[in-house]
């Protein structure tokens, strides 16, 4: 969110900013799972790729493409329970077949058929559901990998600057595919350092957009000193692009309501697609009379904002980690978090001095923000509106790269939201929110982005922390490896 200057600004960045390559592994350490989709001579070069030998060999083998349709033995089939990522019910008794890199087939087992020869995972007890979607990420290089090692195949980095995003690419072996805004467009006091483009006028807006969409970028990110002229005019041009708006209109922790223009119910009537860390709300809801830091709050004002975000078809990325990591007396607990154990000491230490670093006064003000925040998810889900899942890693203390998106699906659980449509608002929902309706659900022509879990996370969601697959384009990968990949990325050089 960037109110501390933690993460949007990147000079301030003092432990995540070092500068850490990639190591080779990335060519070829994070392979196929033995015995699956694998073949003759390539199967033996695979497999000893896994324990580390013939490295020359594996680099071939891996630059060979999948063969996209042909062979039956090419074809992956995974049978057990299926969480679509649409919102449905799971399917008890489903099947997916995967075809290169895509989805041929889902549903009720009997909607498909098992080519012969087709390898086949039976999950048994476990869940197939589609890969996990951080709606709002600041990536570096050194914790890139933790994404997908955690089940996030697809990660939107909601404003960085291109250099950094550009040397990083947006896709690549053993890390999630990335999304990106570039820098988000910022009043003329912005705060963000490098990651901002500053405009003043609509003409400002129109031309900071025009030159953002002219470097590729996925989703504007429009941040809380924009003037109201320069919103709508930003947002407007965007949409013209076709392309999402993202905004952070400010919340009451950091720097406080004094500085925006623009609250959410101006931002919802502009056209944005969606809200994050649920800012700007405390602003509108002020400005209607009412007091936001108040508890319990007003539930008819609760009402009448989050009827404002589904009239208009907006989303809220609440990122209740984010608000919970910074309202909590104690630093939050990452036991039993995905990859926690490979989170490096300095993070670690760099989080808990931030935790320890805030007032009292921060933090009941961050309890206020996330009581709002909360409040909006549950009346927007009664009310059948869009919620996403986002973390904002890593700007809240403890909130990791990866793992932090598990512990936000079980925070929209605890607001109030079902397990399965938590889990929806981390793959359908997030994919829409995007703009990628190719990603985020189980059917056919998707792209094969799949997660396998031990148990069943429409019961108890806890279950999406218990990774026993991932399954990105159609590649089985080895969780184990992906989290050595991982641990080998934050120190390589
Ligand atoms: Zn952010």
Redesign the pocket.
Known sequence: ??AYGI??DSHDQSVLDETVSFSKMALFGVLEEEGLRITGRNAVIRWLCGIGLFLTACASVESTPHAASAEASDVLVLTGRVIDGTGAEPIADGIVVVDGESVRCAGPRAACDVPRGARVIDVESGTILPGLIDL?A?VRPHYLSFFLAAGVTSVRD??NNFEMLEGMGRDGPGRARLFWSGPAIDGEGSVLGQTALRVRSADDGRAAVDSLVARGVDVIKLYQQISTEAFHAATRRAREHGLPVAT?LGLQVGRGLTVSEVDALEAIEAGVTSI?HASGFALAFRRLGGDPARDPLDAALVDSLARALVAYDVVLVPTLGLTHSFASETPPSIEGVPLASETPPDMIEWWRTMHASLSREARVRAAADYRLAAALVRRVAELGGRIGAGT?TP?GPLVLPGGGLHRELELLVEAGLSPLQAIHAATGEAARTLGRPERGVIAAQKVADLLVVDGDPSVDIHATRRIRHVIKAGRVLSPDSLRAHARASTTAN
Do not use: K, N, T, Y
């Open positions: 969110m960037g993460v949007e709002h600041h909601a404003s952070d994050e904002d700007a």
